[in-house]
């Protein structure tokens, strides 16, 4: 049995994928199941923490214990994320972000015209939200983590991306159509903003989970 190291301290989690609607029928997404950002909740609780899990898209059993905010999209999910961060002692974003959405919904079912090419999609850039709460930081000391998923030159791609999101630890892993997404397990290296470098074997993703949550417990002192 763990210390209740997080005892006393508030963290926000999000798992899950976003969904961009179409119309009402049809959405983007990505492959997130959200089991990372569950596993994450977990342990958390288990260490004593309060947790709010804001959660899009996931079909996973509610953790005992955790306040969940379900939402769809990446701007519910950026609403979500900001309310719970504002008196968090840190935020970890396991949550697969859409980078974009259509540019505009369409009310009824867009629907295929005989002899017509489709209409090109058009898209607008969604808000970054962990580009924002690290900018911003809600509370003093508070401590942010995201994840990268990637599918080559992992860590230098890591890197840059640590240093543009402006977060304080960053965790890398390599996703592919069967790795990562929807496994119990992965694989992955915690990059942190002071140069240190983690890697955490192939294992359960409540491994992972421990390591994220080592590495904000010493951040939070
Ligand atoms: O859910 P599972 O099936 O268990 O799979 C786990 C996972 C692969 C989804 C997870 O481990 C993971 O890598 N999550 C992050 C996926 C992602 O969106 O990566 P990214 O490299 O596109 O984004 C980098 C970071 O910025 C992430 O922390 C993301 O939450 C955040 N982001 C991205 C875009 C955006 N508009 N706003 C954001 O805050």
Known sequence: VREPD???RHVVVSAGGT??????????????????????????????????LVAANTHLADPAGVDIVRVGTAVQLREAVLKAAADADAVV?????ADFR???????????????EPEPLVLVRNPD??????????????????????????LANGRTKLARKGCDLL??????????????ENEAVVLGADGSETPVPYGPKEALAETVWDLVAERLG
């Open 129 to 154: 939200i962990l580009a924002e709460i690290s900018a911003e930081r809600a509370r003093a000391g508070q401590v942010i983590v995201g994840f990268a998923a990637e599918t080559d030159d992992v």
């Open 19 to 52: 969904r961009e609607p179409l119309d009402p029928v049809r959405f983007l997404g990505n492959r997130s199941s959200g089991k990372q950002g569950y596993a994450l909740a977990r342990t958390a609780a288990a260490r004593g923490a309060r947790v709010t």
């Open 93 to 97: 974003m396991a949550a697969a972000v």
């Open 102 to 116: 259509p540019a505009e919904y369409a009310a009824g079912k867009i629907k295929k015209k005989d002899g017509q």
């Open 6 to 8: 997080l005892a006393g």
């Open 171 to 184: 965790v890398v892993n390599e996703v592919g159509e069967r790795r990562t997404f929807g496994s119990e």
